[in-house]
């Protein structure tokens, strides 16, 4: 944030993702960035990032000159996806503890006799009911009983739970027994995390706001420590700036709420990659965006249209089926909108029960790794594929800090291909070629999904992985233009820096819009800003501005529209521009509108933000890095034979327009283009790739 004293030290990006863990060290003087990349040590992930940490600092910027920390991680959202979270009960209405359980009723996929349904985070043994009930017009029908309520609280804690949800029927239209048993339990109970639902999500949907809240209590304990942990790694390496941890929806949060709040963590890191790509394509003037984010555990796919990413405000985390709505954990939290695939760098590839070659979604992470990492693995992955095909250069992966046994590799792939009788070479390039078509098919999902046509996006690539494979995704999709930003292998750890503190606030209306009274409306909004406007002051010094949302819909339906509305004092002419706004959204998004039907406020939503950094990213150059042209042997195309193709430096390569093929190397990641590309270097060092 380009804002007081920060902007004249180092601001430090930390990014864990699966695979490997991604620095970023960005002097806000002059734009310079140094980075660092390690493998992520999974049994403690804070050791791993100290290491990074250390590579980028490279023993010229010092400690003292490290002026604000920001952190992203999917440690969250593994944990939910692996069980890995802490033992949590909950506590609600008496008559609903199944809610949990019973869901929406609803089968995902009605053709599926074998139907695999996510199972709820807190089990029924570890939910308890207590007398009390608030009627959905807010009115209190039965008091809470508080004797019941610490015998059940007891019960549980018999049960050795760590944390603790609270979730009472219309609690979001009405707090008072949710928060007196908050406070009720925290005070016989310091030392237990508790969650309760009309802080975390304060919206109407019972299954999805008790959802919400057990994810948050079963990732609170967990958060705590972890975040704790990095806290104190910090200090004791003597780095004292303050820490600030990436939201879901691409903006920035200090500890504390962090730490309240880690369900709003989930996609913290891949929203870094998205907000990297929108940061970039405001500077390149491009409207229209599909951000591509691969990795080594997956890829990540997001649209980014006139600088912006799409965000949704509820979404699923941890679901058992790709592509299948109802399938996952429901999450009423703010979040960048993309869709997630098992399909990275240490992806395993493998012969399905039909006999076809098939590639992911299981992984192998950091440990084993792919093959050439020589630390155990045994199953050919994406990586490994990649080096046989030539895409990738032994000598120089990583820069070099990560040493290859290539050979390990061909063993790999011959043993594979015995399995399916085929050659070894044949195999690689299979499995680039079917992770390739996995991820354009997530892609042509995800945009015909928002009525767009793929064909008309450029194809941001970032992430490790992505620059290796986006030419060939690009081909597959129709895309005539693929741009690769500088220090694209560890952008997500780029854009941790240049995002924006951020903090969402809501509150539910349930009002028809005639019957609202405008004054009321704006002291609503009011208060929700000054709250938002708190938590952002505490992340970063400076300027503040804020936003304001509806959630609106006609009557009685049950989908709403989310809309940004004009600033401004809220009066009668305003409602009435906000029915305008709405029929002609309505119109656009189904074809048609229905003027005169009563029209229903459910929700008012306030975003504040900070100014984000704007100023340059020149990607520093180390001693020696910018090597030489060369050459190596690359297979372009299934069934045609390896050819001689130039490789270059990034560094080293010249401004202009140069012809493929070529390998661009850069010290994390490679580009490929092939022989139908031509590729430009603007003046700041971003590649842009023209497909004929």
Not at 8 to 19: P, S, V
Request: hydrophobic content about 40%; glycine content about 10%; overall charge negative.
């Amino acid at each position: 944030m380009k804002s007081g004293k920060d902007m004249h030290d180092h601001a430090l990006g930390i990014d864990i993702g699966g695979t490997f863990t991604d620095i970023a060290l960005l002097d806000c003087s002059n734009g310079t960035v140094r980075t660092g990349k390690v493998l992520t040590t999974h049994d403690n992930p804070v050791r791993g990032a100290m290491e990074g940490v250390q590579v980028a600092m490279g023993g010229v910027v010092t400690v003292d000159q490290i002026s604000r920390v920001v952190h992203a991680t999917t440690l969250f959202t593994n944990a939910l996806i692996e069980r890995r979270g802490a033992r949590a009960g909950l506590i609600t209405t008496a008559g609903f503890e199944d809610t949990l359980s019973i869901g929406r009723e609803k089968k995902y996929d009605i053709y599926d006799l074998h139907l695999s349904i996510a199972a709820p985070v807190i089990p029924a043994v570890l939910r308890r009911g207590v007398v009390e009930s608030i009627g959905a017009d807010g009115q209190v029908h039965r008091p809470l009983d508080k004797t019941h309520l610490r015998a059940a609280v007891d019960e549980l804690r018999d049960q050795q739970i760590d944390s603790l949800a609270v979730c009472f029927q219309n609690s979001y239209i009405h707090s008072a027994h949710e928060k007196a048993a908050f406070e009720s339990i925290r005070e016989w109970f310091p030392d237990l995390a508790v969650t309760a639902s009309c802080e975390v999500a304060p919206q109407i949907g019972e299954f999805e706001r008790m959802s919400t809240t057990a994810a948050n209590a079963y990732l609170q304990p967990l958060a705590r420590s972890y975040i704790g942990r990095l806290q104190n790694a910090l200090l004791e390496a003597g780095i004292t700036a303050p820490l600030s941890m990436m939201l879901s929806n691409g903006g920035l949060t200090d500890v504390d709420e962090a730490m309240a709040f880690p369900v709003r963590l989930l996609e913290s890191g891949p929203a870094a990659g998205v907000l990297s790509a929108a940061s970039f394509a405001q500077r390149l003037d491009e409207d229209r965006i599909l951000a591509f984010d691969m990795g080594g555990t997956t890829a990540k796919l997001a649209l980014v249209e006139k600088g912006t990413p799409k965000l949704a405000y509820a979404f699923e985390a941890a679901p058992e089926k790709r592509f299948a709505r109802g399938s996952g954990l429901p999450m009423h939290i703010s979040t960048v909108e993309l869709i997630e695939i098992g399909a990275g760098g240490g992806s395993l590839a493998h012969k399905d029960k039909l006999g076809l070659l098939k590639v992911g979604p299981q992984s192998a992470g950091s440990n084993p790794g792919p093959v050439v990492y020589g630390l155990g693995g045994s199953h050919l992955t994406v990586t490994d594929s990649d080096f046989l095909i030539g895409a990738l250069n032994p000598d120089y992966f990583a820069g070099g800090d990560i040493p290859i046994a290539l050979d390990k590799a061909r063993e790999a792939a011959a043993s594979l291909g015995a399995e399916l009788l085929l050659d070894g070479e044949k195999v690689a390039f299979g499995v680039y070629d079917i992770v390739c078509e996995n991820m354009a098919a997530a892609a042509r999902v995800h945009v015909a999904s928002h009525g767009r046509d793929i064909r008309t996006f450029t194809l941001y690539a970032t992430g490790g992985a992505a620059p290796v494979h986006a030419v060939h995704v690009a081909k597959k999709l129709g895309i005539a233009r693929v741009i690769v930003p500088v220090a694209a292998g560890v952008a997500s750890a780029l854009g941790l820096l240049i995002a924006p503190a951020r903090s969402d606030r809501s509150q539910p209306v349930g009002r028809l819009l005639d019957r609202i009274s405008p004054a009321e409306i704006e002291a609503r909004f009011a208060v929700l800003e000054e709250e938002a406007r708190a938590v952002v002051r505490r992340s970063v010094e400076g300027s503040c501005e804020t936003e304001r949302l509806i959630d609106i819909r006609y009557s009685r339906q049950g989908t709403d529209l989310t809309l940004r509305i004009p600033g401004g004092t809220i009066d009668t002419v305003a409602l009435q521009e906000w029915e305008r706004l709405f029929n002609e959204t309505y119109r656009h998004h189904f074809g048609r509108a229905l003027p005169g039907q009563p029209i229903e406020i459910s929700m008012i939503r306030v975003v504040a933000t900070s100014p984000s950094y704007s100023g340059p990213v020149n990607l520093l150059t180390e001693a020696g890095e910018a090597r030489q042209t060369s050459e190596r042997m690359l297979v372009m195309q299934q069934g045609m034979a390896s050819r001689r193709v130039p490789v270059c430096h990034r560094q080293a390569l010249d401004f202009g327009c140069h012809d493929g093929p070529i390998l661009i190397e850069e010290k994390h990641s490679t580009i490929v283009a092939g022989h139908e590309c031509s590729v430009t270097v603007t003046a700041d060092g971003t590649l842009i790739i023209d497909l004929a």
